[in-house]
DNA sequence: TAAAAATACTCCATAGGTATTTTAT
DNA sequence: ATAAAATACCTATGGAGTATTTTTA
């Protein structure tokens, strides 16, 4: 049979143009190296080599299978390659689910801290609702998951990584702008601007209230918008007031488009987590940057 | 290690997502199957598959190795297909070597009628002195070659292939257009256009005019000139007449540019021979244009 | 519990060795 | 006569098998 050995033999023969060169360079014998080009010799029922005891000559078919060979060999030496670039962490692709909180405001900034790391990262971050985020992880279509709700399923471990706070925003000139705290009952009253079902910041905010003992459909919903984004939109528009992650009012806080506003007694403070399939095998790069994640977040 | 062999079985298992059926597709048992992955997996030191009693998924690890395995996999099999045209003579290359004459008047015929049979093959044809084609043979640099001329080596057969007969031709005009025949000491004493040293019809014409007792020194030469082309020239501007071959005449005769005039006693026929080294295993297209040829001349 | 993969073992084909012969310069 | 490859023969690794156990959905 034709295998990799065989070629790489017959490649080091054509080079050194001598068998029992060949044979020295391949850490082999000489009746080793004659046995396995007559191997290959009779597998293909062709001459490779016209052969005297002076030297040896490549027949036009040793020169076809030179052609293949020395392709073959190459492409081997590749792939041995890769694979130590990639246990090596030189290479290797991340891919990456996120809700929308943490995909536009944690992760990317991970990323750049990680890649500074290994610089051979490519990364492909997809961001969709927690829960499609979940099953994206489940169904093997990204390699980790990070998200502000826990969804549980035996093979997912969830990782606190990022401490992130709900905090009711009004807009600039809501009569409530000098009031430092406001009572639970006031905010069911006021025109509230609500996320889609789906959303992890949503589903926070039900199980938060459901248990101070309020039923979230009580509030005064005045409009249901599909981002974070649109929610902060409408706020500034006046439509009415919500709960938002912390971290996507920065640069509001910063240029005063919105204030926040303490609810007496209650604090919607959360996680968020990276998720893992523990039953899958992760690549050396991806567990780097698990670990790395776990223990940025221990400090 | 890592194999063709192993690859292959390996693609399967990809391709059926079990280890079972790739088995049952490559005339395996499934523990056999399983020896092979876990011989690449501990060869590579990373997990090829996450596995469970009801699914397999690649890793990335995995992932990466199929991608090398499926284009190391596709030029095995090219080398394969390769050599099997090449046995069946649907591909091939034919380095053919010729001196002057036979390179322009015999063997582009000779390469038109073969190539009928076989559509995929390539040609090369050098044309050089008898004396550096034949080296080009020994050297290997061509696989037959086709000459005027016996060089007499251990190495080399000589086949005749097709006969020829060096003609005394003059130019229109010349005082003997109407005489049939001349006597050579007529023709010692004329003009005469002689072709360069190292030329096979040189070598012909001298051993000729040995074997009759004449000094090949003692013609009235009054042109050495470097190709059959070039003698021709010579002839038709009347600087003086010569012998070449009837082979490359035939339009000029046709044309009554030259008439041929026999010499008393004398026949200059020759033949020319295909060469072969006949310790140089020949590509199967390559013997079958040998064959073709001297069989082609038999009839 | 059922189905797939892993494990344990046995066997034999063959890759690799040593010793020697053949071949061509 | 010499140097390289071929041949003959021996050994041992590992590829492939059968029988069985383990694992998990």
């Given at each position: 049979m034709l295998d990799i050995h065989r070629l790489k033999i017959f490649i080091k023969i054509v080079e050194l143009k001598s068998f029992k060169m060949a044979a020295k360079a391949c850490w082999l014998t000489q009746p080793t190296v004659s046995q396995h080009v007559a191997a290959i010799e009779s597998f293909l029922g062709l001459k490779l080599f016209d052969r005297n005891s002076k030297e040896i000559h490549l027949t036009q078919a040793g020169q076809l299978l030179y052609r293949y060979a020395t392709e073959i060999s190459a492409l081997f030496d590749a792939l041995s390659q890769s694979f130590e670039l990639f246990k090596g962490k030189k290479i290797g692709t991340l891919n990456l689910g996120a809700s929308t909180i943490p995909g536009d405001y944690i992760v990317p900034h991970l990323l750049g801290e990680f890649k500074h790391l290994y610089p051979g990262l490519k990364t492909n971050v997809l961001i969709r609702d927690s829960k499609d985020v979940i099953q994206m992880l489940l169904d093997r279509h990204v390699d980790l998951a990070v998200v502000g709700t826990e969804i549980k399923h035996n093979r997912l471990k969830y990782t606190p990584i990022m401490p992130d706070e709900l905090v009711l925003i009004i807009p600039l000139g809501h009569r409530w702008w000098d009031i430092p705290m406001v009572e639970m009952s006031e905010v069911i009253i006021e025109p509230f601007v609500m996320r889609e079902n789906g959303s992890g910041t949503r589903l926070e905010m039900d199980k938060k209230l459901k248990s101070i003992g309020?039923?979230?459909?009580n509030l005064n919903v005045v409009a249901e918008v599909g981002s974070t984004t649109a929610v902060k939109e409408a706020v500034e528009s006046r439509l009415g007031i919500s709960f938002v992650s912390?971290?996507?009012?920065e640069k509001e806080l910063k240029l005063a488009i919105f204030k926040t506003v303490r609810v007496r007694d209650i604090v919607f403070s959360r996680w968020f987590y990276l998720v893992r399939d523990i039953f899958r095998t992760s690549s050396p790069l991806c567990s780097s940057f698990s670990k790395y994640l776990i223990e940025r977040t221990q400090t």
């Open positions: 309020i039923d979230p459909s912390r971290l996507s009012i």
